[in-house]
């Protein structure tokens, strides 16, 4: 018997003892899945969601909200002329609508809504409490898998995360869940797969974080050094001297870059402007 059959018949006894008998714990259900992958059972895609649906099962709400401080927000007085620049330069679809103070939130604006006005002769008929949705609360402990669950049945995208004491702690929507599960869903700001660098107006690129540091200087005749990291995503968190959080922005040799994308792990997609020298 060769050792590929070896090994199978001994993952197959393993599967046959845990069909008999649930495994004690995750970690002997994640073994018992990875050497189904080692043996061609599973791709790795497959394995990395499976892996990702158990990781959710037991995840709480609060490990990937946005917090509070970076939700971009839209006051209930705003007029239709304040909230379109906010709706456009974010690209969200989706906005909390707020009262005196980001603790206050009364509602949800959705981009699209704003459709209805985009006619100069609508504008007086504008009033954002018409097109308000309801917002969705939750606490900060709800597992993903409840939430996701709730988010598929009541077709919401997006809820209000709250603490012990009502107060906002942030937000979080079904795309975050989902990327915990699939991985990164790419947005307007991202790159098509096997490219890494776009450009999308003068002098403004968006870059892949994992973009060889070899193949940026290529592209745009700089000299970044690669002696200490591999890729860009590397040289700019060194930059930067922490883990940043979207908008940060660094400069690195004439070079500015800002944060377009981050999770609580790394940095995912940034925004590559090239400083003119000084005259």
């Not at 997609?269 to 005259?279: D, G, H, S, Y």
């Amino acid at each position: 018997m060769s050792d590929d059959e070896v090994c199978e018949t001994s993952w197959l006894k393993r599967i046959s003892q845990a069909l008999s008998k649930s495994p004690k714990n995750r970690e002997q259900l994640t073994e018992l899945l990875r050497d189904a992958q080692r043996l061609g059972y599973l791709d790795a895609d497959s394995l990395r969601m499976i892996e990702g649906v158990l990781q959710v099962s037991e995840m709480s709400v609060s490990e990937i909200m946005l917090p509070r401080s970076e939700m971009i927000v839209v006051n209930k007085e705003a007029k239709y002329e304040e909230i379109l620049p906010i709706a456009i330069k974010s690209g969200h679809s989706r906005f909390p609508v707020i009262g005196e103070n980001k603790d206050e939130v009364i509602g949800i604006l959705l981009a699209k809504d704003l459709l209805n006005y985009s006619l100069e002769q609508e504008r007086d008929n504008f009033s954002l409490k018409d097109i308000l949705r309801p917002a969705v609360f939750i606490p900060e402990n709800k597992r993903l898998g409840i939430l996701l669950n709730e988010f598929r049945k009541n077709r919401n995208h997006i809820a209000i995360v709250v603490d012990e004491y009502g107060g906002v702690s942030g937000l979080v929507s079904i795309e975050d869940v989902l990327e915990q599960i699939v991985g990164d869903i790419e947005d307007e700001h991202d790159v098509d797969k096997g490219i890494y660098i776009r450009k999308h107006k003068e002098n403004a690129y968006s870059v892949k974080a994992i973009t060889p540091i070899e193949e940026f200087n290529q592209f745009f005749g700089t000299q970044l050094k690669d002696d200490e990291y591999d890729t860009v995503g590397g040289l700019v968190l060194q930059g930067f001297g922490h883990l940043p959080k979207r908008g940060e922005t660094v400069t690195i040799e004439g070079i500015a870059f800002k944060v377009l994308r981050a999770n609580n792990r790394r940095i995912q997609v940034l925004q590559t402007t090239l400083i003119p020298p000084e005259k």
